[in-house]
């Protein structure tokens, strides 16, 4: 019978519980590194991240991160959030458009910018708008043009925002224009977005579902200094296209889709005011 050989005593005597405890260093060290690296990320990329902690913070619904969507097919890692991809996207934007609008832009006719919406494409012609009118000026709309034809190659929604000055709305007060009277400058300045929206989506055949036309009034003036004059009023009677960069017009195909009534009145969505 063989003899039994007794196993040699470890040379380091550590306690069991110590496995444990070196996993719990190890994870301490892995949340060091991520607060870290998230340092170095912008406030929507913390929000996705802590939407992940499932109603520990009281602020989120969390657990989104776990289920199958754009982060899961992503690997999850905070190196490749959806946020950072919208933002080389809208980088990428900013550049086509730049230029695509770039004898508009040397002219001080279009002003290209971002902010928390998205790409903002601002159509500042004086010769864009006449004072209190909202007919599309041969002008404007070449400027439509090339914008309707960026917009064909972007998959994002748009928002056109219309805005006047503060001057008192007297349409009639032009001669050789026919045009009706507006109520008041938000009126006048819904009066622009939806000219303006409706002229792109029939100059390039556009899905009218992807677009919003939004009035602002005389609230949002972009020239702000020297308010008033004749200068300032050019710059504030304008439309902003707005590149919204929160979705994709892409759907999958558990996700609802956006579309117009197939029946619709003949004549009532595909003109602009002041088209024979």
Excluded at 161 to 182: K, Q
Excluded at 229 to 256: G, H, Q
Aim: aromatic share 8%; glycine share 8%.
């Amino acid at each position: 019978m063989a003899k039994k050989v007794k196993c040699p005593e470890c040379v380091q005597k550590v306690a069991e519980y110590m496995l444990t405890y070196g996993d719990m260093v190890t994870l301490l060290l892995c949340f060091f590194i991520m607060l870290y690296t998230t340092g170095k990320t912008d406030a929507r990329e913390m929000h996705i991240i802590l939407s992940a902690f499932k109603s520990t913070t009281g602020l989120f619904t969390g657990g989104q991160t776990l289920s199958k969507g754009s982060l899961e097919e992503m690997g999850m890692t905070i190196e490749s959030l959806p946020s950072q991809t919208q933002g080389r996207n809208l980088s990428k934007s900013n550049k086509d458009a730049t230029e695509v609008f770039k004898p508009e832009i040397q002219a001080g006719k279009v002003r290209v910018s971002e902010d928390e919406r998205g790409l903002i494409i601002s159509l500042v012609g004086a010769d864009y708008f006449y004072p209190g009118s909202a007919i599309l000026t041969p002008a404007i709309k070449e400027t439509l043009v090339k914008a309707a034809g960026l917009i064909k190659t972007l998959e994002r929604f748009v928002r056109v925002e219309g805005h006047s000055d503060m001057d008192a709305i007297t349409p009639s007060g032009f001669t050789n224009r026919e045009e009706r009277e507006y109520l008041n400058n938000w009126d006048l300045a819904g009066a622009r977005s939806i000219n303006s929206t409706v002229f792109m989506v029939n100059a390039k055949e556009l899905d009218p579902s992807k677009f919003q036309a939004v009035s602002f009034g005389s609230y949002r003036p972009l020239a702000l200094e020297n308010l008033g004059t004749p200068e300032a009023k050019a710059f504030n009677r304008r439309i902003d296209i707005v590149i919204l960069t929160e979705k994709s017009t892409k759907r999958k195909t558990y996700e609802p889709t956006f579309g117009l009534p197939d029946a619709r009145f003949p004549q009532t969505e595909t003109t602009t005011e002041g088209d024979e």
